[in-house]
C-alpha cells in the first residue's frame, strides 16, 4: 500500500473503496507505530508522518462527499440542517428577510393611499 494518498484520486472512489482504503492505512499505521516501538529503521519512522496524513485526506474526502449528498438531499427542501445552513453573523441570521422589511402594515398602506406625497413645482 503506498503511503501517499492524492485528493484528486480519491474523489472518483466510491465510499467502500475510501472505507477499504481507511482501514488499510490505519492498520499500516499500527505496523509503524510497532515498529517504532521495537527500534524499527529512521525511514520507516518518517513514513507514520505520511501515512496519518493520508488517514486525513481519505476522512476529508469522506466527509466532502457526504456532505455534498445530504446538500442534494435538501436541495428542494423547505428547511435546511444547521450545518449547511450558511454560516454568515449571529446578527445577519437574525435579520429580518427582504420581503419581511417590504412589508407595511394596513394602517401603513391607507396611509400612503389617502395621503400621497405632494408634489410641487418649484421656479427655478
Same mark, same amino acid.
Given at each position: 500500500?503506498?503511503?501517499?494518498?492524492?485528493?484528486?484520486?480519491?474523489?472518483?472512489?466510491?465510499?467502500?473503496?475510501?472505507?477499504?482504503?481507511?482501514?488499510? &492505512?490505519? %492498520?499500516?499505521? $499500527?505496523?509503524?507505530?510497532?515498529?517504532? &516501538? !521495537?527500534?524499527?529503521?529512521?525511514? +520507516? $519512522? !518518517?513514513?507514520? %508522518?505520511?501515512? /496519518?496524513?493520508?488517514?486525513?485526506?481519505? &476522512?476529508?474526502?469522506?466527509?466532502?462527499?457526504? #456532505?455534498? %449528498?445530504?446538500? =442534494?438531499?435538501? +436541495?428542494?427542501?423547505?428547511?435546511?440542517? $444547521?450545518? $449547511? /445552513?450558511?454560516?454568515? !453573523?449571529?446578527?445577519? #441570521?437574525? #435579520?429580518?428577510?427582504?420581503? =419581511?422589511?417590504?412589508?407595511? !402594515?394596513?394602517?401603513? /398602506?391607507?396611509?400612503?393611499?389617502?395621503?400621497?406625497? /405632494?408634489?410641487?413645482?418649484?421656479?427655478?
Amino acid at each position: 500500500m503506498p503511503g501517499k494518498v492524492k485528493a484528486y484520486e480519491l474523489q472518483s472512489k466510491s465510499k467502500n473503496d475510501l472505507t477499504k482504503q481507511l482501514s488499510e &492505512l490505519k %492498520n499500516e499505521l $499500527l505496523t509503524l507505530r510497532v515498529q517504532k &516501538l !521495537t527500534g524499527g529503521a529512521p525511514s +520507516k $519512522l !518518517t513514513k507514520i %508522518n505520511v501515512v /496519518r496524513k493520508s488517514i486525513a485526506r481519505v &476522512l476529508t474526502v469522506m466527509n466532502q462527499k457526504s #456532505r455534498q %449528498n445530504l446538500r =442534494e438531499y435538501y +436541495k428542494n427542501k423547505k428547511y435546511l440542517p $444547521l450545518d $449547511l /445552513r450558511p454560516k454568515k !453573523t449571529r446578527a445577519i #441570521r437574525r #435579520r429580518l428577510t427582504r420581503h =419581511e422589511v417590504s412589508l407595511k !402594515t394596513l394602517k401603513q /398602506r391607507k396611509k400612503d393611499i389617502h395621503f400621497p406625497l /405632494r408634489k410641487y413645482a418649484v421656479k427655478a
